[in-house]
């Protein structure tokens, strides 16, 4: 054979191929789309030249990463980035040739095989002949006989095979029926002569005191007999297993089943015996002496009884003609229209029935919703009857089922026209969300408008809505939501559907995500499902699943992959914004919250945060009126009307325009606002944001400072602060750990080492002072740190405190430190300045738990760079944080990239889908990709996941801390 024919190349299911010692001259090229292929052997074929392997599929990474195409051309193409020349394809010369050479090596192959094939055909009828004239020869009768006597020793190879049991190759696997039959093991059955009698209870045989003849209908039983061998040691087991007439399938499963595992256990050869109800064998009935009684009922199944669906006999009037709109009437005859058409749903029969007045297209979107209830809530299983106004054979079909005469209804012929004007007004749905919190509930409003409809996307699939449309209450439940916020949810809608007065018809309905019903979906706008068809595809694209043509590609956003770092703010514009923003303040009140309680901060205390501890601070400041929100605004139009009213008019005859106006104007441009920031440290409870929500102490500033001026809410939470209220500090942003000490304290801490770190993240008004963990190995050259020691002086307890430079530190953070350490700790004695590597003292190290080998250097902090990857968009997309992160921006329900100049870490959430991790692990290799072509450094690539961070990782961040436990409704 010389070559091969393409066709078997088209067996996509071959495994390996031996094509050895042969004359084969090429391969088709299409022996690599062979992916079962694991051996392939051309030994022994000296003019073989083998196809050009394909390259590596370009577009993506095939249909395992969703048909994505992460080559660096295409993603910086689609990024607006000017493609470089090494990531440009280019065209292979050589390689076509080559293509175009074996193509006609193979063409020439398979003409010589042709040839080749005539000529052995003709030397075969030669030989033929030849035979036929030396049969009488004495050789020709020796090779015969030696090959006759050769075939009949093939016939008794194949014998000696065939004779063999296909049994014999069987072993029985060591299993354990102790739980099955422990009265077995231990003795107390099988043992000696008699009848024994196992009934199936949730899929397990339980053993009978007495083995009599009574058996019920709905059960399955093993029975087993023993009797003494004739002339032989031991006893013989006969095996039966009775199948009752009405029972469930589970349970004649498991009778069969478990008979085998007896046999087995007792070692019978013997087979096990199938009895059924009313046809059992004489034999089985001489067990019982021929006396075999069946009763009515069994124990239960095993399986989950499914219980049917209860329906509501409920009738709709509809209304509209372009968007089809259903009002649950009462179930009465005397709510027929007939300017109307109605849908009755009663379980397994819908009617639909048309008034002799109603419109044609009504009538066909009403036809179209029957269809649609069918689909999703009664599996195509329910009936439908349309009833025309022509049909008057069918009428009492929809009058029978509403108990009423149609000779009541009134005639529309008769009368005006006016008396059937339709003037159903459509009620404004609104949907809340559940939150619950330690003893509180919280049900916020979602907020839509017509040109921000009401839509499936505002469903979340961890939350518990509530659709209120005043004719009914909806209770939606996402598949990953908490049982908690069900059992709130199904008790809140009891109590908002008795609120306020309802129409009779009014019910809750309750609807799981997936299977919403079709009146709920028809509040949502757009909310269908049509299957979207593209006629344009051939059909052979569309049976062939594996293959990538022909498939839609997901849509990603790797843009932010390829955006330059933002470069940091100078520290001249840092200090004119700073400055500005403290201009602009009026006035600042602190407070903490301890309990229920709102303490007032003292004055020393202002700048000092305890992370498990909450504070509130009401900051009035001047802004310009242009850039107030919604909200501001809002507020501020109501105060200026209230004032104008409470003015009397001008008595100096001073009009408008005249005489100060232009004053009126200035003091126009600003005006005062409130803003009241509630800050809350990483290791506070989360219930303390809804306290202060519901609180009075809310509620007198919304009261006593809202009637002057506009206030709002900003809620921020530890290291996640606006450069704004950072400013308000002047740099002095100290967060301690644990909790604020107080005068009322039982207990008072054992004093100990603190050990604070100073970092600037961006800029300089981004800088903090936070508590780390009191060990030399988390320093570092490039910053400065702070360290609290306690002493004794005088028989009283005092702290020392060591300001330590890092070599590498900037002079802004080195002056800032100095600052902080001189005056913002107050309860201090001494303060020292110590200087990297100028014999600092011993107290220093002993206190870090000894000098060890730390970091010199954090070159990393002006390249370092953070990245989201999260599908929460409805397609996977990549956003940069900015250069002032913490440990809280990693979120456990997304995959984070993060770029240390040498490394790049991939940190994997515990929640994030499988989607985000795939498409994340290769938006990094990208990334990787990228950045060397730039600037030829290749950086290491390592995956991290949530809890089990390496110390090179968790030094990346500023006061890094142990993960708060999870709960499944943490948000």
């Given at each position: 054979?010389?070559?091969?024919?393409?066709?078997?190349?088209?067996?996509?299911?071959?495994?390996?191929?031996?094509?050895?010692?042969?004359?084969?001259?090429?391969?088709?090229?299409?022996?690599?789309?062979?992916?079962?292929?694991?051996?392939?052997?051309?030994?022994?074929?000296?003019?073989?030249?083998?196809?050009?392997?394909?390259?590596?599929?370009?577009?993506?990474?095939?249909?395992?990463?969703?048909?994505?195409?992460?080559?660096?051309?295409?993603?910086?193409?689609?990024?607006?980035?000017?493609?470089?020349?090494?990531?440009?394809?280019?065209?292979?010369?050589?390689?076509?040739?080559?293509?175009?050479?074996?193509?006609?090596?193979?063409?020439?192959?398979?003409?010589?095989?042709?040839?080749?094939?005539?000529?052995?055909?003709?030397?075969?009828?030669?030989?033929?002949?030849?035979?036929?004239?030396?049969?009488?020869?004495?050789?020709?009768?020796?090779?015969?006989?030696?090959?006759?006597?050769?075939?009949?020793?093939?016939?008794?190879?194949?014998?000696?095979?065939?004779?063999?049991?296909?049994?014999?190759?069987?072993?029985?696997?060591?299993?354990?029926?102790?739980?099955?039959?422990?009265?077995?093991?231990?003795?107390?059955?099988?043992?000696?002569?008699?009848?024994?009698?196992?009934?199936?209870?949730?899929?397990?045989?339980?053993?009978?005191?007495?083995?009599?003849?009574?058996?019920?209908?709905?059960?399955?039983?093993?029975?087993?007999?023993?009797?003494?061998?004739?002339?032989?040691?031991?006893?013989?087991?006969?095996?039966?297993?009775?199948?009752?007439?009405?029972?469930?399938?589970?349970?004649?499963?498991?009778?069969?089943?478990?008979?085998?595992?007896?046999?087995?256990?007792?070692?019978?050869?013997?087979?096990?015996?199938?009895?059924?109800?009313?046809?059992?064998?004489?034999?089985?009935?001489?067990?019982?002496?021929?006396?075999?009684?069946?009763?009515?009922?069994?124990?239960?199944?095993?399986?989950?009884?499914?219980?049917?669906?209860?329906?509501?006999?409920?009738?709709?009037?509809?209304?509209?003609?372009?968007?089809?709109?259903?009002?649950?009437?009462?179930?009465?005859?005397?709510?027929?229209?007939?300017?109307?058409?109605?849908?009755?749903?009663?379980?397994?029969?819908?009617?639909?029935?048309?008034?002799?007045?109603?419109?044609?297209?009504?009538?066909?979107?009403?036809?179209?919703?029957?269809?649609?209830?069918?689909?999703?809530?009664?599996?195509?299983?329910?009936?439908?009857?349309?009833?025309?106004?022509?049909?008057?054979?069918?009428?009492?079909?929809?009058?029978?089922?509403?108990?009423?005469?149609?000779?009541?209804?009134?005639?529309?012929?008769?009368?005006?026209?006016?008396?059937?004007?339709?003037?159903?007004?459509?009620?404004?749905?609104?949907?809340?969300?559940?939150?619950?919190?330690?003893?509180?509930?919280?049900?916020?409003?979602?907020?839509?408008?017509?040109?921000?409809?009401?839509?499936?996307?505002?469903?979340?699939?961890?939350?518990?809505?509530?659709?209120?449309?005043?004719?009914?209450?909806?209770?939606?439940?996402?598949?990953?939501?908490?049982?908690?916020?069900?059992?709130?949810?199904?008790?809140?809608?009891?109590?908002?559907?008795?609120?306020?007065?309802?129409?009779?018809?009014?019910?809750?309905?309750?609807?799981?995500?997936?299977?919403?019903?079709?009146?709920?979906?028809?509040?949502?706008?757009?909310?269908?499902?049509?299957?979207?068809?593209?006629?344009?595809?051939?059909?052979?694209?569309?049976?062939?699943?594996?293959?990538?043509?022909?498939?839609?590609?997901?849509?990603?956003?790797?843009?932010?992959?390829?955006?330059?770092?933002?470069?940091?703010?100078?520290?001249?514009?840092?200090?004119?914004?700073?400055?500005?923003?403290?201009?602009?303040?009026?006035?600042?009140?602190?407070?903490?919250?301890?309990?229920?309680?709102?303490?007032?901060?003292?004055?020393?205390?202002?700048?000092?945060?305890?992370?498990?501890?909450?504070?509130?601070?009401?900051?009035?400041?001047?802004?310009?009126?242009?850039?107030?929100?919604?909200?501001?605004?809002?507020?501020?139009?109501?105060?200026?009307?209230?004032?104008?009213?409470?003015?009397?008019?001008?008595?100096?005859?001073?009009?408008?325009?005249?005489?100060?106006?232009?004053?009126?104007?200035?003091?126009?441009?600003?005006?005062?606002?409130?803003?009241?920031?509630?800050?809350?440290?990483?290791?506070?409870?989360?219930?303390?944001?809804?306290?202060?929500?519901?609180?009075?102490?809310?509620?007198?500033?919304?009261?006593?400072?809202?009637?002057?001026?506009?206030?709002?809410?900003?809620?921020?939470?530890?290291?996640?602060?606006?450069?704004?209220?950072?400013?308000?500090?002047?740099?002095?942003?100290?967060?301690?750990?644990?909790?604020?000490?107080?005068?009322?304290?039982?207990?008072?801490?054992?004093?100990?080492?603190?050990?604070?770190?100073?970092?600037?993240?961006?800029?300089?008004?981004?800088?903090?002072?936070?508590?780390?963990?009191?060990?030399?190995?988390?320093?570092?050259?490039?910053?400065?740190?702070?360290?609290?020691?306690?002493?004794?002086?005088?028989?009283?307890?005092?702290?020392?405190?060591?300001?330590?430079?890092?070599?590498?530190?900037?002079?802004?953070?080195?002056?800032?430190?100095?600052?902080?350490?001189?005056?913002?700790?107050?309860?201090?004695?001494?303060?020292?300045?110590?200087?990297?590597?100028?014999?600092?003292?011993?107290i220093f190290w002993s206190a870090l738990g000894g000098r060890r080998q730390y970091?010199?250097?954090?070159?990393?902090?002006?390249?370092?760079?953070?990245?989201?990857?999260?599908?929460?968009?409805?397609?996977?997309?990549?956003?940069?944080?900015?250069?002032?992160?913490?440990?809280?921006?990693?979120?456990?329900?997304?995959?984070?990239?993060?770029d240390s100049g040498t490394d790049v870490f991939v940190w994997i959430g515990e929640?994030?889908?499988?989607?985000?991790?795939?498409?994340?692990?290769?938006?990094?290799?990208?990334?990787?990709?990228?950045?060397?072509?730039?600037?030829?450094?290749?950086?290491?690539?390592?995956?991290?996941?949530?809890?089990?961070?390496?110390?090179?990782?968790?030094k990346l961040f500023h006061g890094w801390g142990p993960f708060r436990a999870r709960?499944?409704?943490?948000?």
């Amino acid at each position: 054979m010389t070559c091969v024919p393409d066709s078997l190349c088209k067996c996509s299911n071959l495994r390996q191929m031996d094509l050895s010692a042969n004359q084969l001259v090429a391969l088709p090229a299409s022996i690599w789309e062979l992916k079962q292929l694991k051996n392939l052997n051309t030994d022994d074929n000296p003019n073989l030249v083998m196809p050009e392997k394909p390259p590596p599929e370009v577009k993506g990474s095939g249909a395992e990463f969703y048909n994505v195409d992460f080559s660096l051309y295409n993603q910086r193409k689609v990024a607006g980035l000017k493609p470089s020349a090494e990531t440009m394809p280019q065209k292979d010369k050589e390689a076509e040739r080559k293509k175009l050479r074996a193509r006609l090596r193979i063409k020439q192959a398979q003409l010589k095989e042709e040839e080749g094939g005539k000529q052995d055909s003709n030397k075969f009828l030669k030989g033929l002949s030849e035979y036929k004239e030396d049969s009488g020869s004495v050789s020709t009768y020796l090779s015969s006989r030696a090959r006759l006597n050769q075939n009949d020793n093939q016939d008794e190879e194949r014998k000696e095979i065939r004779n063999k049991k296909w049994t014999d190759a069987l072993t029985k696997p060591a299993l354990d029926y102790t739980e099955l039959f422990p009265e077995v093991v231990n003795g107390s059955v099988g043992q000696e002569e008699g009848l024994y009698m196992w009934r199936i209870d949730n899929f397990l045989p339980l053993l009978l005191d007495d083995a009599v003849g009574r058996f019920y209908e709905a059960d399955c039983y093993i029975i087993l007999h023993a009797s003494q061998r004739e002339n032989l040691p031991g006893l013989l087991y006969d095996i039966h297993f009775w199948i009752g007439a009405k029972c469930e399938i589970d349970k004649k499963a498991c009778a069969a089943i478990h008979a085998v595992h007896l046999r087995n256990m007792l070692g019978c050869d013997n087979r096990t015996t199938r009895e059924e109800q009313g046809d059992e064998s004489d034999e089985f009935i001489l067990y019982f002496d021929g006396d075999i009684e069946v009763l009515e009922g069994g124990s239960e199944s095993g399986f989950f009884q499914v219980e049917e669906t209860i329906y509501i006999k409920r009738l709709f009037k509809c209304h509209g003609q372009n968007n089809i709109l259903l009002e649950p009437v009462e179930t009465h005859v005397d709510s027929i229209d007939h300017r109307h058409s109605y849908l009755l749903d009663d379980g397994m029969d819908i009617v639909v029935w048309f008034g002799k007045l109603s419109k044609l297209t009504q009538n066909k979107k009403t036809t179209l919703f029957a269809e649609k209830i069918n689909k999703l809530e009664r599996k195509n299983k329910a009936t439908i009857t349309v009833i025309t106004k022509y049909e008057t054979e069918k009428q009492h079909i929809f009058f029978s089922m509403l108990n009423g005469d149609p000779t009541s209804i009134k005639d529309p012929t008769v009368g005006k026209i006016e008396d059937y004007e339709d003037s159903y007004s459509v009620p404004t749905p609104k949907l809340y969300e559940v939150h619950l919190g330690v003893g509180y509930l919280e049900l916020p409003q979602l907020e839509f408008s017509v040109n921000r409809p009401m839509t499936q996307q505002m469903l979340r699939t961890q939350r518990v809505y509530l659709l209120d449309t005043y004719t009914d209450v909806f209770v939606w439940v996402g598949a990953h939501s908490d049982r908690l916020l069900r059992a709130a949810a199904a008790k809140l809608s009891g109590e908002i559907l008795k609120m306020i007065t309802r129409p009779a018809t009014a019910i809750v309905n309750t609807c799981f995500e997936g299977v919403e019903s079709a009146l709920f979906r028809s509040f949502f706008h757009k909310w269908d499902d049509i299957v979207a068809v593209d006629f344009t595809r051939a059909a052979d694209k569309v049976i062939a699943p594996s293959s990538t043509e022909g498939k839609e590609e997901m849509k990603v956003d790797l843009t932010a992959l390829f955006i330059k770092r933002e470069p940091p703010m100078s520290p001249a514009d840092c200090t004119e914004y700073r400055e500005q923003w403290k201009e602009n303040l009026e006035t600042m009140s602190c407070f903490v919250m301890e309990g229920k309680n709102y303490t007032r901060l003292p004055a020393g205390e202002q700048g000092h945060f305890y992370t498990e501890n909450c504070y509130i601070f009401l900051c009035t400041y001047w802004m310009f009126i242009s850039d107030f929100n919604d909200d501001l605004l809002e507020q501020y139009v109501i105060l200026q009307k209230k004032q104008s009213t409470g003015k009397k008019k001008n008595e100096d005859g001073y009009g408008e325009g005249e005489g100060g106006g232009s004053d009126e104007e200035e003091e126009e441009e600003e005006a005062l606002v409130c803003r009241v920031y509630f800050w809350q440290g990483r290791d506070a409870s989360k219930v303390c944001w809804p306290q202060y929500s519901l609180s009075s102490f809310r509620a007198k500033i919304r009261e006593k400072i809202g009637s002057k001026m506009p206030v709002e809410d900003e809620r921020c939470f530890q290291q996640q602060e606006s450069v704004k209220f950072l400013s308000y500090f002047n740099g002095k942003f100290i967060i301690h750990k644990g909790k604020r000490p107080g005068n009322n304290d039982p207990e008072t801490p054992q004093p100990r080492p603190r050990l604070y770190q100073v970092r600037q993240n961006g800029n300089i008004l981004a800088q903090r002072c936070v508590e780390v963990g009191c060990s030399s190995l988390l320093l570092n050259s490039g910053f400065c740190y702070i360290l609290k020691v306690p002493a004794e002086k005088d028989g009283d307890m005092c702290y020392i405190l060591y300001v330590w430079i890092g070599s590498r530190s900037s002079e802004e953070l080195m002056n800032a430190s100095i600052d902080i350490g001189k005056e913002a700790f107050d309860d201090v004695d001494t303060v020292s300045v110590l200087y990297e590597g100028t014999n600092e003292p011993d107290i220093f190290w002993s206190a870090l738990g000894g000098r060890r080998q730390y970091d010199n250097q954090a070159d990393w902090m002006d390249v370092i760079r953070l990245f989201r990857c999260s599908n929460e968009r409805g397609y996977f997309a990549v956003s940069e944080k900015c250069s002032d992160f913490c440990q809280d921006d990693l979120s456990d329900e997304d995959v984070m990239i993060l770029d240390s100049g040498t490394d790049v870490f991939v940190w994997i959430g515990e929640e994030s889908s499988d989607v985000e991790r795939k498409l994340a692990l290769k938006s990094a290799q990208l990334y990787q990709q990228h950045i060397q072509d730039l600037s030829g450094e290749a950086r290491k690539l390592s995956i991290v996941r949530r809890g089990k961070e390496n110390l090179k990782f968790i030094k990346l961040f500023h006061g890094w801390g142990p993960f708060r436990a999870r709960t499944k409704n943490s948000s």
